[in-house]
Protein backbone atom coordinates (compact mmCIF):
# COMPACT_ATOMS: atom_id res chain seq x y z
CA UNK A 1 0.00 0.00 0.00
CA UNK A 2 0.93 3.59 -0.52
CA UNK A 3 2.93 4.90 2.59
CA UNK A 4 4.38 8.51 3.31
CA UNK A 5 7.06 9.17 5.47
CA UNK A 6 7.64 12.56 6.80
CA UNK A 7 10.78 14.16 8.55
CA UNK A 8 12.51 17.35 9.21
CA UNK A 9 10.15 19.32 11.47
CA UNK A 10 11.46 21.07 14.46
CA UNK A 11 11.87 24.25 16.57
CA UNK A 12 13.10 26.97 14.63
CA UNK A 13 12.84 30.67 15.34
CA UNK A 14 11.50 32.96 13.35
CA UNK A 15 13.11 34.33 10.40
CA UNK A 16 14.87 30.36 10.16
CA UNK A 17 14.60 27.86 7.80
CA UNK A 18 13.62 23.86 7.73
CA UNK A 19 13.52 21.59 4.98
CA UNK A 20 10.59 19.06 4.98
CA UNK A 21 10.63 15.45 3.43
CA UNK A 22 8.17 13.06 2.48
CA UNK A 23 9.58 9.73 1.56
CA UNK A 24 7.04 7.73 -0.82
CA UNK A 25 6.56 3.82 -1.03
CA UNK A 26 3.87 1.80 -2.62
CA UNK A 27 3.31 3.92 -5.58
CA UNK A 28 4.46 4.73 -9.40
CA UNK A 29 5.57 7.98 -7.83
CA UNK A 30 6.14 9.80 -11.26
CA UNK A 31 2.18 9.57 -12.08
CA UNK A 32 1.58 11.02 -8.83
CA UNK A 33 0.73 14.97 -7.83
CA UNK A 34 2.23 15.47 -4.20
CA UNK A 35 1.05 17.93 -1.58
CA UNK A 36 2.01 19.78 1.60
CA UNK A 37 -1.20 20.16 3.99
CA UNK A 38 -0.49 22.53 7.61
CA UNK A 39 -3.01 22.17 10.15
CA UNK A 40 -3.26 23.41 13.78
CA UNK A 41 -5.25 22.49 16.76
CA UNK A 42 -9.34 23.12 16.05
CA UNK A 43 -8.86 23.67 12.39
CA UNK A 44 -9.14 22.20 8.90
CA UNK A 45 -5.97 21.13 7.02
CA UNK A 46 -4.62 24.38 4.90
CA UNK A 47 -3.38 23.93 1.63
CA UNK A 48 0.58 24.71 1.34
CA UNK A 49 2.16 23.33 -1.99
CA UNK A 50 1.64 20.78 -4.50
CA UNK A 51 3.89 19.42 -7.71
CA UNK A 52 3.00 17.63 -10.61
CA UNK A 53 4.89 18.84 -13.64
CA UNK A 54 4.11 22.12 -12.65
CA UNK A 55 3.82 23.97 -8.98
CA UNK A 56 1.49 25.39 -7.02
CA UNK A 57 1.58 27.30 -3.50
CA UNK A 58 -0.75 29.17 -0.81
CA UNK A 59 -0.45 32.94 -0.89
CA UNK A 60 0.68 32.59 2.71
CA UNK A 61 3.79 31.60 1.85
CA UNK A 62 4.05 32.19 -1.64
CA UNK A 63 7.97 33.41 -2.33
CA UNK A 64 9.22 32.06 1.10
CA UNK A 65 8.54 28.21 0.14
CA UNK A 66 9.67 26.08 -2.59
CA UNK A 67 8.42 22.87 -3.21
CA UNK A 68 10.35 20.22 -4.93
CA UNK A 69 10.40 16.39 -6.21
CA UNK A 70 13.12 13.70 -6.77
CA UNK A 71 11.53 11.14 -9.07
CA UNK A 72 14.40 8.50 -8.55
CA UNK A 73 14.17 8.74 -4.93
CA UNK A 74 10.60 9.08 -4.58
CA UNK A 75 10.91 11.85 -2.96
CA UNK A 76 9.09 15.82 -2.45
CA UNK A 77 10.52 18.67 -0.18
CA UNK A 78 9.42 21.72 1.21
CA UNK A 79 12.29 24.03 1.81
CA UNK A 80 10.47 27.03 4.03
CA UNK A 81 13.01 30.11 4.50
CA UNK A 82 11.88 33.16 6.73
CA UNK A 83 9.54 31.14 8.61
CA UNK A 84 6.76 33.25 10.53
CA UNK A 85 5.05 31.90 13.80
CA UNK A 86 1.48 31.36 11.65
CA UNK A 87 3.79 29.03 9.81
CA UNK A 88 3.54 26.77 13.30
CA UNK A 89 1.67 23.80 12.67
CA UNK A 90 1.58 19.78 11.71
CA UNK A 91 2.60 19.61 8.66
CA UNK A 92 1.60 16.55 6.23
CA UNK A 93 2.71 15.17 3.12
CA UNK A 94 -0.16 14.23 0.99
CA UNK A 95 -0.43 11.90 -2.47
CA UNK A 96 -3.24 12.05 -5.24
CA UNK A 97 -2.76 9.64 -8.51
CA UNK A 98 -2.79 11.72 -11.60
CA UNK A 99 -0.85 15.01 -12.58
CA UNK A 100 -3.47 17.76 -12.00
CA UNK A 101 -2.66 19.71 -8.85
CA UNK A 102 -4.82 20.06 -6.97
CA UNK A 103 -5.13 22.75 -3.49
CA UNK A 104 -7.88 21.36 -1.72
CA UNK A 105 -7.54 17.99 1.15
CA UNK A 106 -10.20 16.38 -0.20
CA UNK A 107 -8.68 15.74 -3.73
CA UNK A 108 -5.72 13.01 -2.27
CA UNK A 109 -6.42 9.68 -1.36
CA UNK A 110 -2.94 9.10 1.00
CA UNK A 111 -1.49 11.32 4.06
CA UNK A 112 1.73 10.86 6.20
CA UNK A 113 1.37 11.45 9.93
CA UNK A 114 2.37 14.56 9.88
CA UNK A 115 5.58 16.12 11.31
CA UNK A 116 5.54 19.21 13.69
CA UNK A 117 6.96 22.63 12.33
CA UNK A 118 6.95 25.51 15.51
CA UNK A 119 8.14 28.78 14.95
CA UNK A 120 8.79 30.57 17.73
CA UNK A 121 8.67 34.81 18.05
Known amino acids: QVQLVESGGGLVQAGGSLRLSCAAS????????MGWFRQTPGKERDFVAA?????SYADSVRGRVAISRDNAKKTVYLQMDNLKPQDTGVYYC?????????????????WGQGTQVTVSS
Open 26 to 33: GLFFNTYT
Open 94 to 110: AARRGLSVITTDVGYDN
Open 51 to 55: ISWTT
